[in-house]
């Protein structure tokens, strides 16, 4: 059975860091894309940053030079590590991963089939 399990959320002051993990089971996470979204109260969901399986790694705007993402393989984890945390940061973060033809595919949309529960983030300002 495919599991994603994130953690590492929490509250944080304007301008801190946190690094979210998101633990894989159940499927080679070296063959898949991994990607992180969140949801704001009221707000839709929204793509964060993806990385495909040969590393090719994209970030949504809001996010560029503050957050960076990665992938171990070999631990079946990937994480993301913000710096420079705004209010408007705050959000559930959601870890996603899915399967794609490409190598290259990157993708910010919600076309992942596979979801972890969420971990919230709260900055405080």
């Known amino acids: 059975q495919l599991q994603l399990v994130e953690s590492g959320g929490g509250l944080v002051q304007h301008g801190g860091s946190l690094r979210l993990s998101c633990a894989t089971s159940g499927f080679t996470m070296e063959t898949y894309n991994v990607a992180w979204f969140r949801q704001a109260p009221g707000k839709e969901r929204e793509g964060v940053s993806c990385i495909a399986r040969d590393g090719t790694t994209i970030y949504a705007d809001s996010v560029k030079g503050r957050f960076t993402a990665s992938r171990d393989n070999a631990k079946n984890t990937f994480y993301l590590q913000m710096n420079g945390l705004k209010p408007e940061d705050t959000a559930v973060y959601y870890c996603?991963?899915?399967?794609?033809?490409?190598?290259?595919?990157?993708?910010?949309?919600?076309?992942?089939?596979?979801w972890g529960q969420g971990t919230q983030v709260t900055v405080s300002s």
């Open positions: 996603a991963a899915d399967w794609f033809v490409d190598d290259d595919y990157v993708t910010l949309g919600l076309e992942f089939g596979y």
